[in-house]
């Protein structure tokens, strides 16, 4: 018996976790490849600001846990009022494609500060096990930009913006649902450490290119 949609590895119900280390060996080198692929790097020491990788479970913004690996700085935010320039990215493979992105941001003393995010859905290259693919070779069938506007101030209550949503391609949807889906979501997961800002926005990333529902 075959089954056309296989369930995610870790097992069911979805609070179990365990993963084959090879799947997890994967994970790590082809999405290291990818995200530096995406930065425009050759290694992770080029991106700067002490960035390590990351690899382990996320949440998509329904709350569905997910698999990814990100490169991140990793002491970003611990201090008060950091200050410069930072970048990371985020790789997730979903079956039937692959979500990868990058996360910008400038940071400055007493000022509004904005993060850039960047992200695409990339064709599954196919294969089981995965079949060997050149970073970069694929055509994106979904592209978006999205940039929110915040604060590094300290309040009772956190808010952000969303200042800008522009979809570069659509592929399969409809883009009013992409703009609504990045308005809805982004603003509300760009706080915190950089590692977990570019974990929360791979988390966006995952909702409104593959399925582009709120």
Known sequence: MSCMFAPIPGGSPPQIFPIEDCRMDGLLKFGRAEILEMLKKKSI???????????????????????????????????????????????????????????ECTL???APIEVHVTAMLLPDPGGNPLAPVAPGSRSSIVEV??????????????????????VIKQGPHN?????????????????GFSQSVVAMQCGVAAACLVEAIC
Do not use: S
């Open 45 to 103: 020491e080029d991106v700067g600001a002490g960035c390590k990788q990351f690899i382990g479970a996320g949440l998509r913004t329904d709350g569905t846990p997910f698999y990814m690996t990100t490169i991140a700085p990793k002491d970003i935010g611990r201090e008060e009022d950091p200050e410069g320039y930072w970048c990371g990215g985020f790789y997730a493979p979903f079956g039937v494609a692959d979500v990868v992105g990058k996360v």
């Open 108 to 110: 400055v003393k007493r």
């Open 145 to 166: 930009e999205w940039t929110v506007h915040g604060n590094q101030a300290t309040r009772a209550n956190k808010g952000a913006l969303i200042k800008l949503v522009k």
């Open 175 to 191: 883009p009013d649902d992409i703009k609504r889906c990045v308005a809805l979501h982004a603003p509300q997961h760009c706080f």
